[in-house]
């Protein structure tokens, strides 16, 4: 099962429409809480990520009887220094994300726990694309 | 202790009637989105003083069955929208975070 979604600059209303989706799917076809949860945790925070840093993008959810399979790839502007910001509580978010209760440098390290694997290809100028998988089985 | 007995005793404003008779097994009280999505557990209430549309989102995400806004906060119109959308219900304290945690902690503890 395939499913793709755009993702655009600063549009944090719509936020949550993929995870939301995703997770009446994994719902309906009965897939193990724990398993959807940690889906909808990674998708999200994923989504959120684009949405405040990105100049646009787009996610493809790929679902099968073994795992989960998220791509988050977006069309910049690429993290300078990933170490940095796979650190908890580092976040380069703008005053205004940070209003909302976002920019606590929480969402990748969220990723990451609640995902079995977690790939981020970025380059400066370029893009960011995050990979991230969730083992059904 | 159900969504609606919380309500009763804690003499909570509700804007979106949903989920009222839920079974409410704890709270998480925060006002980082992250913090929320990744550390409440499902069947709490979410305890917080952001009033905006991505709070229903994650209410809803992380099956958490009401959110009490703190201080007589009132939600964003786009927020109450999509909690009737989504099923989640939106409750308002008159209270501050710390004694209204108080309160809760001493129902459902």
Known sequence: MHYSFDIERGNFADAGQASSSVKRTLKHLGVDPANIKRTVVALFEAEINAIAHAYGGRIDVDIDDGKIVMVVADQGPGIPNLDLAMQEGWSTASPQVREMGYGAGMGLPNIKKNTDDLKIETTVGVGTTVTMTVNLT | ?109
């Not at chain 2, 994650?58 to 906060?73: F, Y």
């Open chain 2, 1 to 109: 202790m159900t969504v609606k007995e919380i309500i009763d005793k804690l003499d909570l404003k509700c804007l979106n009637e949903a989920n009222l008779d839920a079974e409410v097994s704890g709270a998480y009280a925060s006002d980082l989105l992250s913090d929320v999505m990744g550390n409440a557990r499902s069947g709490q209430v979410w305890i917080t003083m952001q009033t905006h549309k991505n709070v229903t989102a994650i209410a809803s995400l992380r099956d958490l069955p009401a959110v009490i806004i703190v201080r007589g906060g009132v939600p964003d119109e786009d927020m109450l929208e999509h909690a009737k959308d989504e099923d989640v219900c939106i409750l308002v304290s008159e209270d501050a975070t710390f004694p209204l945690c108080g309160k809760l902690y001493e129902l459902i503890k």
